[in-house]
């Protein structure tokens, strides 16, 4: 973290540089920096203009979120800052090359003139992280880019082109080569005329407008509602009054169980990719791909690295099914086109990358094979005999097998060392997460190419080690176990899910599964009751799907699905679960919605646990990325272990305790870490690093 303040002319260029994304740290000290400089420039009488640069790549992506942990006075040295900057009697430039996020943005806003290098980008995301533009950015984007388009920018997060900034007037101008060689320019010529204080701008004059229409938007967060209660404060107040309004808020909303979350989450996916005692400095390039498998999942697979501009070839030896491969690609990347995600041109070079044949000896030398076919492992045997006869030496050999054993796999080769498992969730084209599966086996380099290589691919790879199910299949069969034990004691498939959505899951248990395909989880239960047979589970969903009831497939499962997709409430389910509770000779009782979410959440919890205790999953955030990418786990509740935070460990110890004098009472032995934790009064956030 450094600044470098030089002397060009009469003007004084203050470069701050704090790697990697020049966030305008207050902990280290950066933020208070600049604004030393900045004021002792007022008394500087061989400066006439001030130039603040972050360089050519980053001007700031914003506030640093490591800052927010602190109490939110600690926040107000950015304010002071700004204010600094606007108060300004000689005028400041902001230059800005590259990213202008959050506080950056904002701090540029406070600046009396604002140039651009064309590749800039702009955005306001602190919504994402359950936020609002906290140093002013409320109060002087829709001065200066009208209500309208600022409480747009304020409430999307998204993210706007230097050309579309200049366009709303959120900048001045877009440079012509280097952004501070301009900014200089402009400075040498005289900013008189020029340099304006945003904040002293007249009141928009589309805000009532912009503030009725901002409040018709849907599911607006606490932090868009008080978006739009400080924008309204403009026409009401003086600029000291709307910033105060803007501060409290910002405060409220730092200290708020949903901002904390998101920011767990944002740091968590960032520290999931950091392999422990490992590097990336040994990760294999990877350009050229070869998927072995065209069904539903090698389809959805090319398409996702077609999507990414690698150079993809499909493996698929039955020829319509390698044809059904090749119509569900090209729909995709023309749809894509169709609908302006991406130009025509884009879409046609994506599928220009792409070739398919019906043997593996056919396809082109890849870095990187990604077997994607039936889960059996006579087939994964044939593949993976194939892979090492072909595959150059320094290729990676990956397995997408969501159930089976990737170290018996892995031995099916001459070279365990180079295979690994991707177990992408379906459609792989759209969902984020994507499992790493690390083998006995697994050399260091592999799996960091492939952790390099989920990022490359735009998607959150979280480690796991081998067991059935991983991290999130593990963890979610213990949810499922509990909700179906609740049908039997007295709930409805409507009451479960209602009660988890209601928490905040995208979608209930017996939804989701009607979604999935009743059939998995059946023949899941079946090899289960053979491997676990002291583990039983309810045999609702079993009677459910000896119906012939598979869900949304055969349009009906838990519910009935007259047009295929929307759930409809069917008695002959009711019935026959009450008949099933009278048949084991259970009485079926009251159960409160806060019993469905306590018993289903807490079995993911302690699952969780077991999973960290193990060694399966690295660190709880892992659990917790695992759940909020692949599984719906609602975003402001963090994680299932971020969660068991914020309940405690020891009421979690109690609760469960409660339940295990219950039904299937078994079913809650607590994961020793949680003990261990609790004993010692710490929490798994202490375990993430
Ligand atoms: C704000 O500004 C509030 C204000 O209104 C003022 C209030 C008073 N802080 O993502 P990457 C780290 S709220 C701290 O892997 P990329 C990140 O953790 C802020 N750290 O790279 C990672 O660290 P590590 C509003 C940050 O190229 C490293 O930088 N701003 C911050 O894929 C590289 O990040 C945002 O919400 C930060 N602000 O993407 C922007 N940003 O290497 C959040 C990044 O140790 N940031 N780091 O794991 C982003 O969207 C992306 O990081 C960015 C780069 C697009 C910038």
Partial sequence: MQIIEKHVGRALVIHFDNPPVNALAVGGGLVQDIERRVARAQTDNSVESIILTGGSSVFSAGADIADFEGA???????????????????PIVAAIGGLCLGGGLELAVAAHYRVASSTAKFAFPEISLGLLPGGGGTQRSPRLAGAAKAIDLMLSGKAISAAEALEIGLIDRVADGDVLDFALAVAATGLAGLARKSGQLPVPADLADAIEEA?????????????????????????????????????????????????????????????????????????RVTVVGGGLMGTGIAIALLNADLAVSVVEPRPDALAKCRAGID????????????????????????????????????????????????????????????????????????????????????????????????????????????GAKTAPETLASAMTFAK??????????????????????????????????????????????????????????DLAGQDIGWNIRKRRAVEQPGRPYSKVPDLICELGRFGQKTGAGFYQYPDGRTPQIDPLVEDLIVAHSREIHLDRRVIADGEIVERCIFAMINEGAKLVGEGIAYRPVDVDIVYLDGYGFPASRGGPMFYADQIGLSRLLEKMQQFEGGHHGWAWEPAPLILDLAKKNQTFGDLNR
């Fill in 215 to 287: 409040g018709h938007r849907p599911r607006l967060t606490d932090a868009g509602q008080k978006i739009i209660d400080c924008v309204r404060a403009i026409a009401d107040e003086d600029l000291e009054a709307g910033l105060k309004l803007e501060a409290d808020h910002f405060g409220e909303l730092m200290l708020s169980e949903t901002s904390r979350a998101l920011r767990h989450a944002f740091f968590g996916r960032r520290m999931v990719a950091r392999i422990p005692g490992g590097t990336r400095a040994g990760s294999r390039p990877v350009s």
């Fill in 456 to 513: 490359r691919i735009g998607k959150t790879g979280v480690v796991a080690g081998v067991c059935d199910g991983f991290i999130g299949n593990r963890v979610f069969e213990e949810y499922l176990r509990q909700a179906w034990f609740l049908l039997e004691e007295g709930a409805s498939p409507q009451q479960v899910d209602r009660a988890l959505e209601a928490f905040g899951m995208a979608m209930g248990p017996c939804r989701v599964m």
């Fill in 72 to 90: 939110p006075e600690r926040i107000d040295a950015i304010r002071v800052l700004m204010q600094t900057v606007e108060n300004s009697k000689k």
């Fill in 331 to 438: 729909t995709s990347l023309r749809r894509d086109a169709d609908k302006g995600r991406i130009s025509s041109e884009v879409s046609e070079r994506r599928l220009a990358a792409l070739s398919v044949t019906q043997t593996l000896d056919e396809a082109v030398e890849s870095d990187l094979y990604i077997e994607a076919v039936f889960e059996d492992m006579g087939a994964k045997r044939d593949v993976f005999e194939a892979l090492d006869r072909v595959a150059p030496p320094d290729a990676i050999l990956a397995s997408n097998t969501s159930t089976l054993d990737l170290d018996a796999i892995a031995q099916f080769t001459a070279r365990p060392a180079s295979v690994v498992g991707l177990h992408f969730f379906s459609p792989a084209n759209i969902m984020r997460l994507l499992e790493v599966v690390r």
